[in-house]
């Protein structure tokens, strides 16, 4: 079997390898031979990328779990057109099935009015959050009921779906298929005896039922050859070893159709309009109608990543391919997985009243706040505990103290009276140690250089919150170079001294530039009140513009001498205790109100 989009994303990452290598390694600029090589790749091939969130159920307002799929997504999307990657970014609303066709009803509505009335929350709370998204789907629109239908008429003339009797589990909240082994006893609240899926805990029916079965049971064996030969297919490590596990056991055939007497708000079966097509393949292919299927899709779906919580790992990781290999489509390059959040230690929950509205924390905490703070705390690899006074400290001790400190000091009219990037004084700080500078300065200086690279490679494998503490620690430690050489203690009359104030400043702002710079993807806004507030321009923001202290290689420095941009105020603001107060359960609230 061949994979061949996986071709294309390796000679797309030796370019940019090569790329990358004209920075990381200052003494070693690329030849001219490189140069002409690298370039000419670049010219020839175009360099793609694709993102994707899940598309989120319409049932329910947005929670904080749901901002943090399409903050990942976003800080990917980001980070590729830094690195000058044409990027399509997609996000969106999963609206057919029976969960949302016994929401509409509870709620009384029609069921398209109450899937838009939802689907424009989501809409309003991405556009708070400057997710910049590239598209926005919806399941109900006329090109995704297209393309689902071309999907289903392939796999069923390949022979892949076949009518069928299901008898079996089924969960509605996930719209879950259950073997008798995914499924256990439980009490509910009116202490009845029901059963529940053991992976969600939700609870199940049994069904009988007429409907199409796709013959997932056929692609076992390719699904383990595609994961065995591509270690990075799902990351992070410890997901892509579940489903190793699972694929370890049966795989059934997959019911891939609802009796239309039971399930009407949904895309009928094509030629059978007395079944409806089950939501899960329904909204799988999202991603390729985005893509432009079925016409024009190959551009994207050769490269095409999607992020996922691990609640929906199985979807992705083994329907999706299936059906994909079915249909004789690549496979996704990278299924991205991310655990959850709680909130103060419990499962978020409408009954329990602890669902974080990350709209409303959005506007507390500001939308680069509350980014920040999902990346820097999320770790995919297991679940986090959300609490505001957790992000009010985050916050307070890296945006505040730390960088806009930092940024502080180093624009202060005090230390900086002519308000321009001063230059650079290579007697002051030689490359062989002999000036001012101490083995402190060199070692913070050889971080500062390999950052870019660190910060790659944790991008590039969701550890965004290792990214994030590895800029941390450069900048405390660039802080430290400043409180060390204490350059307001300096006398600016004495022009040595002038010349050695002038190069702290200059290296604490490529410091700087090198922060703001990396942290576009993550802060947006206050990435760019940084790199403004340093006069950096806009066309100077990119990855391939990460050429940290030029001067000090001997480099021409653009920078140098340059006007600051104008001073509009703290990075950050201080986060205070009227902030911390807003997490209480609704319950307690309530009970509290009583008393
Ligand atoms: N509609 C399906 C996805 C279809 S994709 C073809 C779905 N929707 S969802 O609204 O229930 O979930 C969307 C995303 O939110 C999932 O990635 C899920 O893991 C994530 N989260 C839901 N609750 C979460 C937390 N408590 N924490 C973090 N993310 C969680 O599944």
């Not at 049966?250 to 009796?259: G, I, N, T």
């Not at 005090?414 to 402190?440: D, I, M, T």
């Not at 204490?486 to 002038?498: E, G, H, M, S, T």
């Not at 030029?550 to 001498?561: H, I, N, Q, T």
């Amino acid at each position: 079997m061949r994979f061949p989009s996986l071709f294309v994303t390796r000679s797309c990452e030796a370019v940019h390898r090569l790329r990358q290598s004209s920075f990381l390694s200052p003494g070693s600029a690329l030849s001219r031979h490189q140069r002409v090589s690298v370039s000419s790749l670049l010219c020839t091939e175009e360099r793609s990328y694709y993102i994707t969130t899940p598309i989120f159920y319409v049932n329910a307002s947005p929670h904080l779990g749901h901002l943090y799929s399409a903050v990942i997504a976003d800080c990917l999307h980001r980070y590729k057109l830094l690195q000058g990657f044409n990027s399509k970014f997609a996000t969106g609303t999963d609206e057919h099935g029976l969960k949302i066709q016994q929401a509409a009803e509870a709620a009384g509505k029609d069921p398209l009015a109450f899937c838009t009335d939802v689907s424009e929350r989501f809409k309003h709370l991405f556009s708070s959050c400057d997710i910049s998204h590239t598209d926005y789907i919806r399941t109900t629109e006329p090109r995704h009921r297209r393309a689902v239908e071309h999907f289903w008429s392939v796999l069923w003339d390949k022979g892949l779906i076949y009518k069928g009797h299901y008898e079996g589990w089924y969960s509605t909240q996930d719209e879950s298929f259950l073997t008798p082994s995914q499924v256990g006893d439980a009490v509910d609240s009116s202490g009845k005896e029901i059963k529940v899926s053991l992976e969600s805990g939700h609870k199940v029916e049994w069904m009988t039922e007429e409907n199409y079965m796709f013959r997932l049971s056929a692609f076992q064996s390719q699904l383990l050859d595609w994961l065995r030969g591509n270690p990075r297919a799902v990351q992070p490590e410890c997901f892509h070893q579940f489903v190793l596990q699972w694929l370890q056991h049966d795989l059934p055939d997959l019911s891939v159709s609802r009796q239309r007497s039971r399930l009407q708000w949904g895309i009928p079966v094509p030629g059978d309009p007395e079944q409806t097509i089950y939501v899960w393949l329904d909204a799988l292919v999202n991603y390729l109608t985005v893509a432009g299927y079925p016409e024009k899709h190959n551009q994207w779906w050769n490269v095409v990543h999607h992020v996922v919580g691990k609640d929906i790992l199985r979807f992705h990781a083994i329907y999706w391919p299936a059906f994909l290999l079915g249909a004789g489509l690549p496979l996704p390059q990278t299924i991205y997985v991310h655990s959850h959040w709680t909130a103060e230690g419990k499962k978020m929950s409408k009954s329990l009243g602890n669902v974080v509205d990350p709209l409303q924390r959005s506007q507390m905490f500001t939308t680069d706040g509350i980014r920040y703070f999902l990346l820097r705390q999320g770790v995919p690899d297991s679940d986090c505990d959300y609490t505001d006074r957790k992000v009010v400290k985050v916050l307070n001790a890296e945006l505040v103290d730390s960088l806009g400190g930092l940024l502080n000091r180093c624009t202060a009219p005090g230390l900086n009276p002519a308000q321009v990037y001063p230059s650079f004084c290579p007697q002051s700080f030689p490359r062989e140690q002999g000036g001012r500078a101490v083995v402190e300065d060199y070692c913070m200086l050889a971080a500062v250089k390999d950052l870019p690279a660190v910060v790659e490679q944790h991008y590039e494998s969701l550890h965004v919150y290792k990214a994030l503490e590895a800029i941390a620690t450069c900048v405390r430690q660039t802080n430290r170079f400043v409180q060390r050489h204490a350059p307001w203690k300096l006398d600016k009359r004495d022009i040595k001294d002038q010349r050695w104030l002038d190069t702290i400043i200059h290296v604490s702002f490529e410091c700087l530039r090198i922060y703001g710079t990396l942290l576009q993807p993550i802060v947006p806004e206050l990435s760019n009140k940084l790199l403004s507030r340093l006069g950096v321009q806009p066309g100077e923001r990119s990855w391939a513009a990460l050429n940290f202290l030029p001067s000090y290689r001997g480099m021409e420095c653009p920078f140098e001498g340059r006007a600051l941009g104008p001073d509009s105020g703290v990075l950050f603001s201080r986060l205070g205790s009227q902030n911390v107060d807003q997490q209480k359960p609704k319950k307690a609230k309530k009970a509290a109100k009583k008393k």
